[in-house]
Nanobody, 121 residues
Framework: QVQLVESGGGLAQTGGSLRLSCAASGRTFSSYGMAWFRQASGKEREFVARINRNGDSTYYADSVKGRFTISRDNSKNMVYLQMNSLKSEDTAVYYC??????????????WGQGTQVTVSS
């Protein structure tokens, strides 16, 4: 079992920055990849970014590429999402999730409870 707790959300102005954190429990944190998703009100949850278990490979949704940076610190069981140049359309609840390889595919499980990010002008 893995427990994930997100923090760092809040209110930011357009063009501003926020840094989200996700704390993971368990001794096997460095064994799996991690990802961030978001869900805006009335919309489906969407992928934002992911990072491999070593932290040396990342992938981003086109909507955040060049503005957001995902990183991790395996010594602290933490994953981060640095969000810069925020836009109103970034407003959403942000979730971190474990990305595990199952056979030849990957699946996301062990979701956190989410943290609200609101971007306003």
């Amino acid at each position: 079992q893995v427990q994930l707790v997100e923090s760092g959300g809040g209110l930011a102005q357009t063009g501003g920055s926020l840094r989200l954190s996700c704390a993971a429990s368990g001794r096997t944190f460095s064994s799996y990849g991690m990802a961030w998703f978001r869900q805006a009100s009335g919309k489906e949850r969407e992928f934002v970014a992911r990072i491999n278990r070593n932290g040396d490979s990342t992938y981003y949704a086109d909507s955040v590429k060049g503005r957001f940076t995902i990183s991790r610190d395996n010594s602290k069981n933490m994953v981060y999402l640095q969000m810069n140049s925020l836009k109103s359309e970034d407003t959403a609840v942000y979730y971190c999730a474990v990305r595990r390889q199952v056979g030849l595919t990957f699946q996301y499980d062990y979701w956190g409870q989410g943290t609200q990010v609101t971007v306003s002008s």
